[in-house]
């Protein structure tokens, strides 16, 4: 582990570059939101907010933001893109309260010919232009060299004399973007270890961007080359494959480069969840750090390593982030993975009865079912509860509701050693099931019980993925009886039910020898 240790800076721009994501505009009232979340909560050292003259709503909430900034002492740290235009970006930022302009300038030769049809004189006068008014009002002045990695590798002269021109103009970061994404590690390293070491009085900042995925890997390079400052996203948002991850950047950089940071990481998780749920784009369930599966264990393997000796634990502890380990329950479980589940719940089974509600659990991963922990409690209560009787036996069923239309049931049942066929109609698809699956008992002298009480369930907080609890209660000539089933079908956990019900009262009623 390198033993240079020293600062780094993050600055967070979800908020500028990341509402550059095809399909993501925050409106007023969570830009404002999610600035005071990353400045107070997740602490990090700057945050890039907007875009000068976009719109009156975005005017609105910078001004808020700095507002509330001041109010705060975090002025300063808010930070808005602006565009060489003289005096018009600059008065649009000072009318909101801000402090920090971040102007945009071309970084490469092809940008300033082709899109400006200026030379390199030219456009450093626009540029000077600009920043010594901005001085004037005083506001800072940090620089973006638009284009800057395909500038310097296609003419490393332009940037030389742009940086020339600039470097005692009083500004205060110069801004180098992998506009493109198209940098390596070996090529950061590089063109960052040559600006540092031309220009060691001056602060570089290194924007990435995710194009070869290479984001996070590029900014170990460029800190590795001497720079001081990375900038960012929540959730990678960026144009394109999108930004370097906060995320990601920041647990590498502590871990892997034992460089010191002003986060606190412990906020990383929620601020992320906040940003998926404002800006509509979904965090993959294997993203590092955020991502839903992270830090589940599925194998049972992995779980039993974990029960004898954390033998899969790591440095990247889910409790570093106010998360917890989980361990997955589905076909590739172990009695370790069932054991770690229980703990969590504070649940104790024998062994027997740990073995019966496995091999439910591994039965519902094999037919693709999602077990939660929270569906954990229903498993069990439906395994204990189970009596072996296998005198009905659903073969094949297929229910089909629909609106203002009448359900339908056609099943394959076995009943007794004798398979029947039959088909029914009602009101929903259980009322339509019992029709159908009457009409068979009727053969053996039997009907379902009347229903006392139907209710239905999932568990507390979960998702409409969720295992579905079934708890019927039927009036028995009188007495009140009551089964339960699991699936994650609502109207099949209520069949699976009913067909509790059918092989106990065929077992009580002796009619196994009809």
Not at 74 to 93: M, N, P, T
Not at 374 to 382: G, S
Not at 422 to 437: K, R
Request: glycine share 8%; net charge negative; hydrophobic share 40%.
């Amino acid at each position: 582990m390198p033993t240079n240790t020293r600062h780094i800076q993050l600055m967070d721009t979800t908020l500028r570059d990341g509402e550059q994501t095809q399909g993501v505009s925050f409106t007023p009232v969570e830009k404002v939101s999610i600035a005071k979340a990353l400045l107070q909560y997740l602490r990090v050292d700057r945050i890039e907010v907007a875009s000068a003259r976009v719109s009156l709503g975005e005017k609105e909430a910078v001004a808020s933001i700095n507002a509330w900034a001041k109010q705060e002492g975090f002025a300063g740290r808010v930070e808005v893109l602006g565009f060489v235009d003289h005096s018009r970006s600059v008065d649009w930022i000072l009318e909101t309260g801000g402090e920090v302009i971040n102007l945009l300038i071309k970084g490469s030769e092809k940008h300033c010919r082709v899109q400006l049809g200026k030379t390199l004189a030219q456009h450093t006068k626009d540029v000077l232009q600009t920043v010594n008014y901005a001085l004037g009002k005083k506001l800072k002045v940090n620089v973006y060299l638009e284009d800057w990695s395909n500038g310097y590798h296609d003419d490393p002269d332009y940037v030389y004399g742009l940086m020339d021109t600039l470097k005692d103009a009083g500004i205060g970061h110069f801004m180098l973007p992998d506009t493109l994404g198209v940098l390596s590690p070996d090529e950061v390293f590089a063109s960052f270890s040559d600006m540092c070491q031309r220009y060691p009085e001056l602060q570089f900042d290194f924007h990435p961007h995710n194009d070869y995925g290479l984001a996070t890997a590029n900014v170990m390079a460029a800190v590795r080359a001497g720079v001081n400052a990375v900038h960012c996203t929540v959730n990678c948002l960026g144009e394109r494959a999108g930004n370097a991850s906060m995320a990601e950047v920041a647990v590498v950089l502590r871990d892997k480069m034992n460089m010191q940071l002003s986060i606190d990481e412990s906020h990383i998780v929620r601020i992320s969840a906040m940003v998926e749920n404002f800006s509509g784009k979904r965090v993959a369930a294997n993203a590092p750090i955020v991502g839903a599966d992270v830090f589940t264990q599925t194998a049972g393997i992995h779980a039993d390593g974990d029960q004898k000796g954390g033998l899969y634990k790591t440095k990247l502890g889910p409790e570093r982030f106010s998360r917890t380990r989980s361990y997955a329950l589905g076909k590739m479980s172990g009695k370790a993975s069932l054991k770690k589940n229980l703990e969590m719940l504070e649940l104790d089974l024998s062994e027997e009865n740990q073995k019966k509600v496995l091999a439910r659990i591994v039965s519902l991963g094999d037919s693709k079912e999602t077990i939660t922990t929270d569906d954990l409690p229903f498993i069990i209560a439906d395994v204990l509860e189970s009596k072996n009787y296998q005198h009905i036996k659903l073969l094949n069923c297929s229910i089909t509701s629909g609106l203002d239309l009448e359900s339908t049931a056609s099943l394959r049942v076995k009943v007794i050693g004798t398979t029947h066929l039959a088909s029914g109609f009602g009101n929903g698809g259980f009322d339509a099931f019992v029709d159908a699956i009457n009409k068979v008992l009727q053969q053996h002298n039997y009907t379902l019980p009347a229903l006392s009480d139907y209710e239905v369930r999932i568990p507390r907080g979960g998702h409409t993925s969720a295992l579905t609890e079934c708890v019927i209660t039927w009036n028995c000539d009188g007495e009140l009886r009551k089964t339960r089933a699991v699936h994650s079908n609502q109207v099949f956990a209520g069949v699976l039910a009913a067909l509790k019900m059918i092989n106990m009262q065929l077992h009580e009623l002796d009619l196994t020898q009809d």
